[in-house]
């Protein structure tokens, strides 16, 4: 486990930038063949676009909420850079399919709007479970996809999701080391949340309100030009099942596991050290 005084920021750095694919040499853009997408596929691809450029909002909330954590707020412009650089690469795509189809800087600025100031410990963790959930989104629409250069682009960004949750995770550690209970009791609490989809099969951060004056218009799906996309990308078209959702559940379970230092064969566990973390912070 990491030191709570050594800063993370310059290793993950390094790591990250040592696996970072290239947006120019890496894509076979002169590949792409048309003719193996459908009209919905391509709609996906640029709902996807506009999702990902969300990281926009989220970088100002970490900015705000954890200005006094200079490590953290350092490894974010990493972070922010690998997710805008998803929605530009979906962009890209989409311009060689037809330029008609890129998103609008109208359109791209809806998802960029306020969010209310939240525990910036719950949010680390939301954001953990939410790239572990978005790895497995992206692997199950490359399997779904034919045309094999958007196949290769969401190889790449569920790689990069994969990456992005390991480095949230070393920060989740620090704070355990930092902050004990409270970090835990509020790990354990965005871990059920995350760890329910059955309530919403589409539980990620995109999806949570964090807006009240918005409401209901204050999650990132409910501005996109479609709302309803991404429930209908995942049961309907990539069908994201249960045999992928039980993958969701069992990375974060698994690395929740490591994290509080005790066996977890199911989120009945998670739900107990909730009760557990809370009840020690009222003593």
């Known amino acids: ?29 002169d590949e792409i063949d048309r003719s193996l997408l459908s009209d919905e596929d391509i709609h996906a691809i640029r709902m996807n676009c506009i999702l990902e450029w969300s990281a926009m909002q989220t970088v100002g ?4 909420d954890s200005s006094d954590d200079t490590d953290f707020c350092a490894f974010t412009s990493v972070w922010f850079y690998e997710e805008m650089k998803h929605s530009l690469v979906l962009n890209e795509y989409l311009r060689h399919l037809d330029p008609a189809l890129v998103p609008t800087e109208d359109t791209l600025r809806q998802v960029n709007f306020p969010a209310d100031p939240v525990n910036p410990l719950e949010t680390l963790a939301m954001h953990f479970c939410g790239e572990v959930r978005l790895n497995q989104w992206y692997r199950c629409a490359q399997q779904h996809f034919r045309e094999p250069v958007i196949r290769s682009i969401y190889g790449l960004m569920a790689a990069d999701e994969a990456r992005h949750a390991r480095a949230y995770f070393s920060y989740m550690q620090r704070a355990i080391q930092k902050k004990g209970n409270v970090a835990l009791a509020a790990f354990a609490k965005i871990g059920l949340l995350m760890c329910s989809p059955r309530l919403n099969r589409a539980m990620h951060p995109t999806n949570l309100h964090v807006n009240k004056s918005l409401f209901p218009n204050d999650t990132v799906n409910s501005r996109l030009p479609d709302p309803d996309w991404l429930n209908r990308w995942l049961s309907e078209q990539i069908r994201f099942d249960d045999v992928w959702e039980e993958r969701v559940i069992k990375g974060i379970l698994g690395n929740y596991a490591d994290l509080f230092g005790v066996q977890m064969t ?6 107990r050290l909730r009760k557990q973390y809370s009840a020690a912070l009222t003593e």
Do not use: C, H
Not at 2 to 19: C, D, G, I, K, V
């Open 1 to 29: 486990m990491q030191t709570a005084n050594r800063m993370l920021y310059p290793s993950l750095f390094n790591s990250l930038e040592t696996a970072r694919w290239n947006l120019g040499k890496d894509i076979a853009w």
């Open 266 to 271: 199911g989120v009945a566990d998670l739900r």
């Open 61 to 64: 909330v970490f900015l705000r």
